[in-house]
């Protein structure tokens, strides 16, 4: 099973400020990486797909880079609706899929 | 407009076996490429993939609890069912089920989630 560790487990930042999330993967996965937002409540929203790309709809301040085992969320100034967790997930040896452990960015 | 909404019973009792019914619009299970999964994610803590089926009846399942699981479809209903066997307290948990296509990274669109609550 590919494990992904996200870090840190919570970051907290003040709006307006560059939000950096990171998710590291045991093995490789190539660019199979996606990353979703979740609010209290609610089910989680994709943000990112195949690494790089955002979804539809979502701002341009969210940006995702990376490939094989390391990747990157950016969030260049944050708004105050961007207070959430935030998960990344793997689909590389499909379709053993899974998540990591979340990041909880918290307004400071 | 894509659109899931998951169903079942609120409360069930420790051994129980637990039925949860996604309901879909917007798109066809029938159509090449398409997949529906179920994830789970107890209160407090992370997501995790259950099972998936996808356009072709494949069924594929986590490995931790695949002697639990049973995925199924019922393409004229637009329906995906999920059961688990043998019910326990740490099973409590918001389940959602969500499309992903088989030629992408991420799951697009996702239910609203039901809380199963495992309790004697």
């Known amino acids: 099973e590919i494990v992904l560790t996200q870090s840190p487990a919570t970051l907290s930042l003040s709006p307006g400020e560059r939000a950096t999330l990171s998710c590291r993967a045991s093995?490789?996965?190539?660019?199979?990486l996606a990353w979703y937002q979740q609010k209290p409540g609610q089910a989680p929203r994709l943000l990112i797909y195949d690494a790089s790309n955002r979804a539809t709809g979502i701002p341009a301040r969210f940006s995702g880079s990376g490939s094989g085992t390391d990747f990157t969320l950016t969030i260049s100034s944050l708004e105050p609706e961007d207070f959430a967790v935030y998960y990344c997930?793997?689909?590389?040896?499909?379709?053993?899929?899974?998540f990591g452990q979340g990041t909880r960015l918290e307004i400071k | 407009q894509v659109t899931l909404r998951e169903s079942g019973p609120a409360l069930v009792k420790p051994t129980q076996t637990l039925t949860l019914t996604c309901t879909f619009s917007g798109f066809s299970l029938s159509t090449s490429g398409m997949c529906v999964s179920w994830i789970r994610q107890p209160p407090g803590k992370a997501l995790e993939w259950l099972a998936l089926i996808d356009w072709d009846d494949d069924k594929y399942y986590s490995t931790s609890l695949k002697t639990r699981l049973t995925i199924s479809k019922d393409t004229s209903k637009n329906q995906v069912v999920l059961t688990m066997t043998n019910m326990d307290p740490v099973d409590t948990a918001t389940y959602y089920c969500?499309?992903?296509?088989?030629?992408?990274?991420?799951?697009?669109?996702w239910g609203q989630g039901t809380l199963v609550t495992v309790s004697s």
């Open positions: 997930q793997q689909r590389s040896n499909w379709p053993q899929i899974t």
């Open positions: 093995q490789s996965v190539s660019s199979y």
């Open positions: 969500a499309r992903i296509l088989d030629s992408s990274s991420a799951f697009d669109y």
